[in-house]
C-alpha cells in the first residue's frame, strides 16, 4: 500500500542554519504530496503542497519539489528561524482515495 | 471564524466511563476524519465520514462509534475508556478528491486516569 517515510529526529540546528527534511514515498499512481507543520499544543497545518511530478510547492520560505524519478518530496528552508521550531509530516493522497498517509513526523527544534 | 472547531479541546476522565469528543466544520467540505495521535506524535487515522455516510472505518476497538449528524458535523463517542485511549484526537475536513489537503481541528487532549 501507499507509505511515506521521513526522516527521523529530533533534529535541532541554530538560528540561520539551512534546513533539510528527507521524505519519501511509495505510492502506485499518482499521488499529490504534503508537508503539514504542527506547532506545540495546536493542530496540523498545511504547510505546502505539489499535485504533479516536478511541481515545486513554497510557502512562508519553505520549498519542496515532487520527484517522481527519485520518489521524494524533500522540505528545504535556507535561513530557519526560532518560531520555526514544531514538528513536520509529510503526507500523501492518491486520487481517488478518500484518506491521507502521514509520515511519523520530524520534530524540529531552532535554537536562538 | 474557525474553519473546523472541535470541543473539549482538554478532557479528562476515569477509566470505565464514557465521553464524547464533538467536531464542526464551516468549510462546506464532503469528507469529515477522526485521527488518533499518540505521544510520539504518530497520526492514525480512525474513521471518515462523506456525506453522512461512514467510507473508512479501520481497526478500532468497536467501543469508539463516530456519527455523523450531518455533513458539517462529526462526532466521536468512547465507551468504557481505558487508559490506553489517553492521546490527542483531531478532527479533520476536506474537499472530495484531497487534491487541497485537509484542514484540521486543533485537537482535543484525551486523558484517561
Known amino acids: 500500500g501507499d507509505s511515506v517515510t521521513q526522516m527521523e529526529g529530533p533534529v535541532t540546528l541554530s538560528e540561520e542554519a539551512f534546513l533539510t527534511i528527507n521524505c519519501t514515498y511509495t505510492a502506485t499512481g499518482y499521488p499529490s504530496l504534503f508537508w503539514y507543520v504542527q506547532y506545540p499544543g495546536e493542530g496540523l497545518q498545511l504547510l505546502l503542497k505539489a499535485t504533479k511530478a516536478d511541481d515545486k510547492g513554497s510557502n512562508k520560505g519553505f520549498e519542496a519539489t515532487y520527484r517522481k524519478e527519485t520518489t521524494s518530496f524533500h522540505l528545504e528552508k535556507g535561513s530557519v528561524q526560532v518560531s520555526d521550531s514544531a514538528v513536520y509530516f509529510c503526507a500523501l493522497s492518491e486520487r481517488n482515495n478518500n484518506d491521507m498517509r502521514f509520515g511519523a513526523g520530524t520534530r524540529l527544534t531552532v535554537k536562538p | 471564524d474557525t474553519a473546523v472547531s472541535q470541543t473539549p479541546k482538554y478532557l479528562v476522565t476515569q477509566m470505565g466511563n464514557d465521553k464524547s469528543i464533538k467536531c464542526e466544520q464551516n468549510l462546506g467540505h464532503d469528507t469529515m476524519y477522526w485521527y488518533k495521535q499518540d505521544s510520539k506524535k504518530f497520526l492514525k487515522i480512525m474513521f471518515s465520514y462523506n456525506n453522512k455516510e461512514l467510507i473508512i472505518n479501520e481497526t478500532v476497538p468497536n467501543r469508539f462509534s463516530p456519527k455523523s449528524p450531518d455533513k458539517a458535523h462529526l462526532n466521536l463517542h468512547i465507551n468504557s475508556l481505558e487508559l490506553g485511549d489517553s492521546a490527542v484526537y483531531f478532527c479533520?475536513?476536506?474537499?472530495?478528491?484531497?487534491?487541497?489537503?485537509?484542514?484540521f481541528g486543533s485537537g482535543t487532549r484525551l486523558t484517561v486516569v
Open positions: 479533520a475536513s476536506s474537499q472530495e478528491g484531497l487534491r487541497y489537503g485537509y484542514t
